[in-house]
Structure formats: C-alpha cells, structure tokens
C-alpha cells in the first residue's frame, strides 16, 4: 500500500505527552484506506476509519473522525489540518466564545423555564419555535441573565426586532434570576482558555462533518436504489429516511441530471392517467414553484373528502420531477 498522506498528533495534559497518534490515508489498486494509529502507555493500537473506492466518502469521513480527536484534546504537531490561529482569532470570535462559555456553564432551571415560554409563544403565533428563539440563543439567555433591554442586545443573535418582539416577557424570566457576573461581557474573553475553547471550536466541526457525512450517506444509498431500480419504499428503507425526505432529495438529484424517470413511472401506475394529464397542464399554466396552486387547481379549493394529501402532495411531486426533466430537454433542444 502507498501512504499518500501522514500527520502526527499528540495529546497532552499540563504540558505533558501523554498520548501520540497518526493519521494516515493509504492506497492500493484503486482502493482507499484511511486510518488512527495510536501509541499509548499500553502499547499502539491501529483503528481502521475507511476502506472503499470512494475519495469523497473518505474525505467525509476523514473530517468527521479527525474532528472527534482534535475535540478530544489531540493537536497536530506540524499545522495543516486546519488552520487554528484563523479560528482563534477571525471575525466573530468575541461571539464564539459566548455560546461557548453558554455551552460549558449552563443555567438548566432558567434554560427550561424559557423552553417552556418559547413552546407557548410559538404556539399562540402559529410558528415554529425555532423561528422564536433558537436552542443555542436560549441557552445564551439563561447564562448570561440580561435585566435589561440593553443587556439583552448584547447578545450576539438578539437584534432591535426581537428584542421589541418578546424581550420584556424575556426580561420577565431572568429579571428573578440571582446573577453573579456584570455586564458588559468583555469578563468571558478572559475566563476560557485558549485549549478550551479550541477543544469546544473542533466538537462544533464535530457535529457539521458528522451531518455532512450522514447526507452523502444518504445520497449515494438513493443514487444505488435508482441504480438498482428499487421502489420508493425501498429506497426509504435502505436510507432510512421517510418518503417526503426522499422525493425532496430526489428533486436535487433530478436537477444535477439524474434519470428518475422508471421510478416516476413506477410509482404513478395507480394514478388514473387523466387526472396525471390534469396535473400536468396545471403546471403548464401556473409554473411548478408551489404544490398548493396546483392542488387547487386540480382537485378544487377543498382537498375531496377522504383524500390522502400527504399522497397528493407526493403525486404532484413525482409529476413535477417529470415536468421539469421534459421542459428542460424541450430548452436544450431549442
């Protein structure tokens, strides 16, 4: 096997070696192999990452699995891997760090408490709760403390519209919490170590590579049942994903070129070809957008009594991949 690429790492604690490793990506006749070499005081241990023909699989994996090592404490001895004074010190930084002090020293009851007011705004309003307050901002406010308008606008993610939107019924829960810091919050910069927070910076790389991973996954899985000429159900079962997931999945694979067209054709044989025809010249006539328009546009303004619209909403999906896989051959012939 050909070694294509080593680096070596080492993991210290206060100033002394205690752990050295390497990774390492090898190839052989086409084949990948990628690698964890390490040398501990019980002798080395080789750990097997990767082994496939696939280079983007590899290097998805290589991100996700580096990232949990440099997370747990290891750094490399020569940089490369990353650029880690880039991530110490660039443009929002100063906000970094607090969500990061938020992270290591949360406030559970006050967090809870305004989980549950979240949960009822969002309900009163009709929106996700997402959209009120994201987790993360939550947690800023349950540690921090703000008790006042001010305050509140100091942190990073809370701007003139939100504070104006639900700011005083925020107040209104933090304002009885005991604090023990001030603000402005200049004081958090010097209470993380620059190793924790490099520590916390690659367990944050940790969770988006391991993301990542898991889409390619997923992609090539439905890439292999297209493939293989498997039914949606197949598809979904071997993703693991439920079915709108992969039609939304399928729509971006259609537009990158892939045929789609047997599965399409399989999956609308119990659909009356009239009512396919009805779809299809709603498309015409109102574009392919928005689904809603054109559900109304073929079975009225009141979905029929006893309609599946989870499965006319996945029709009208399977149609539209069609639809534009036909309008885009009519442009390229044009």
Not at 202 to 225: D, I
Not at 283 to 312: M, S
Not at 315 to 332: F, G, T
Request: aromatic content about 8%.
């Amino acid at each position: 096997m050909r070694i294509v690429f080593l680096n070596s790492l080492e993991k210290k604690r206060n100033g002394a070696l205690m752990t050295e490793a390497q990774v390492w990506i090898g190839e052989e006749e086409g084949q990948w192999r990628m690698g964890w070499n390490e040398l501990t005081a019980d002798g080395e241990q080789e750990h097997l990452w990767y082994e496939g023909a696939s280079w983007s699989e590899m290097l998805h994996v290589y991100r996700h699995r580096l990232a949990v090592k440099l997370g747990e404490g290891f750094r490399p001895v020569m940089e490369g891997i990353w650029d880690e004074k880039e991530q110490l010190r660039g443009r929002g930084m100063a906000a970094q760090k607090l969500i990061c002090y938020s992270e290591l020293n949360a406030n559970e009851p006050v967090y809870n408490e305004l989980c549950v007011w979240r949960r009822k705004k969002a309900a009163a309003d009709r929106k996700a709760p997402y959209l009120i307050a994201s987790n993360r901002l939550l947690r800023m406010i349950s540690t921090f403390l703000p008790h006042t308008a001010e305050e509140l606008l100091q942190l990073p993610g809370v701007g003139e519209n939100k504070a104006a939107e639900f700011g005083a019924e925020v107040l209104d829960i933090t304002e009885k919490a005991e604090r023990t810091h001030d603000f402005p919050l200049d004081w958090v910069e010097r209470e993380i170590d620059d190793e924790t927070f490099r520590s916390w910076l690659y367990k944050q790389k940790e969770v988006k590579f391991r993301a990542e991973m898991e889409k390619f996954s997923v992609r090539r899985s439905l890439l292999e049942s297209l493939a293989a000429g498997s039914s949606l159900n197949d598809m979904c079962s071997r993703a693991g994903i439920e079915r709108r997931e992969a039609l939304e999945l399928l729509e971006s694979l259609e537009k990158e070129g892939y045929d789609t067209d047997s599965l399409v054709d399989a999956e609308l044989q119990e659909m009356p070809e009239e009512e396919q025809i009805a779809v299809w010249q709603a498309y015409e006539e109102l574009g392919d957008a928005f689904l809603k328009p054109v559900l109304q546009k073929v079975y009225g303004a009141e979905t029929p009594e006893g309609a599946n619209l989870d499965l006319l909403y996945e029709r009208l999906r399977l149609i539209r991949l069609r639809y534009r896989r036909h309008r885009e051959s009519a442009r390229h012939a044009g």
